[in-house]
Nanobody, 115 residues
Framework: VQLAESGGGLVQPGGSLRLSCAASGTIISIFHTSWYRQIPGKQRELVAVIFSGGSTNYTDSVKGRFTISRDDAKNTVYLQMNDLKPEDTAVYYC??????????WGQGTLVAVSS
């Protein structure tokens, strides 16, 4: 099983980015798939999750700005990030987890928000 993130980059405050997490070797829709982010020296933080059934949840700081979604045909989970703020700067990681079935991480993609 491999998860490949893409879509990170440098953006100005107020801008938007869409991160992608493409899965191979498994069907991502059977997993609860999450986006985490990490700033060097700090703990990894859960940003958003889409459960296997399709429901979603977000950390308070991104509610109303970020949207997690899944395209089952493309076996990919997305994180649409709007109105980005400097405090959103981090390495973003995709995680797919389902109990004893497995717990998988991507390699991370850097999001930098700066003017």
């Amino acid at each position: 099983v491999q998860l490949a993130e893409s879509g990170g980059g440098l953006v100005q405050p107020g801008g938007s980015l869409r991160l992608s997490c493409a899965a191979s070797g498994t069907i991502i829709s059977i997993f609860h798939t999450s986006w985490y982010r990490q700033i060097p020296g700090k703990q990894r933080e859960l940003v958003a999750v889409i459960f296997s059934g399709g429901s979603t949840n977000y950390t308070d700081s991104v509610k109303g700005r970020f949207t997690i979604s899944r395209d089952d045909a493309k076996n990919t989970v997305y994180l649409q990030m709007n109105d980005l703020k400097p405090e959103d700067t981090a390495v973003y990681y995709c995680n797919a987890a389902l109990g004893l079935v497995g717990d998988y991480w991507g390699q991370g993609t850097l999001v930098a928000v700066s003017s």
